[in-house]
């Protein structure tokens, strides 16, 4: 009878060699990466030296007016030409004057104050120097008269006679504000 030959057993412990190399060259490499010691930090500019934040604080950035071109082109447009403006602005309508009624004035040394009636339905209220009514702000309050202002438009208004708009003094206010009926309901 004829016996197979099995081949020697050398690649088992070959790997297994290999194996037990590999795992020494990491446990080396392991134990240099704990023992070495943490790279030091950078120390921040303000602790470098007096000469860096000496230079530091003398820093001047350039003028603005060096990078205006820059602005002008913006960076996603495919041109980088400078945008035009398609249409100019329209320009803002001045605003609506307030329907108010100046009742009376009150001048202290602690301030000015004015009693003034607006509103629909009108209302009595006391404003101050500097106070808003109606989106226009109380500029000055005087003895006969009383100073209102929005964006560039300003209006004065006399003690006793209605601003741009009001109802006069006493006026009847027509039979929908009589009687609480709408537009609709008068006929």
């Known amino acids: ?3 197979k030959l ?3 057993l050398r690649p088992p412990w070959t790997l297994l060699g290999c194996c037990v190399v590999v795992a020494a060259l990491g446990a080396i490499e392991w ?7 943490p790279a030091p930090l950078a120390p921040p500019p303000a602790a470098a030296g007096p000469a860096a934040a000496a230079e530091l604080a003398s820093f ?16 996603f447009v495919p041109e980088r030409r400078p945008q035009q403006d398609s249409e100019p602005p329209k320009p803002v309508p001045p605003p609506v004057a307030p329907a108010l ?3 009376g004035v009150v001048l202290l040394p602690e301030g ?3 009693v003034i009636q607006h509103g629909n339905p009108p209302k009595l209220e006391a404003v101050a120097e500097g106070a808003t009514v109606e989106g226009w702000r109380v500029v000055h309050i005087e003895a ?4 209102i202002s929005a964006g560039t438009a300003t209006l004065e208004v006399a003690v006793g006679k209605p601003g ?12 929908a504000a009589r009687h609480g009926f709408t537009a609709a309901g008068e006929d």
């Not at 006969?144 to 100073?147: D, E, M, N, Q, S």
Request: aromatic share 8%.
């Open 1 to 3: 009878m004829k016996r």
């Open 6 to 8: 099995r081949p020697p």
């Open 31 to 37: 134990y240099q990466f704990a023992a070495a010691a």
């Open 60 to 75: 001047v950035p350039p003028p603005t007016e060096r990078f205006a071109e820059i602005a002008q082109r913006p960076l």
């Open 101 to 103: 009624v100046v009742q």
């Open 112 to 114: 000015r104050y004015a």
């Open 144 to 147: 006969h008269r009383i100073a």
């Open 164 to 175: 741009k708009d009001a109802p006069p003094r006493g006026a009847p206010q027509g039979p």
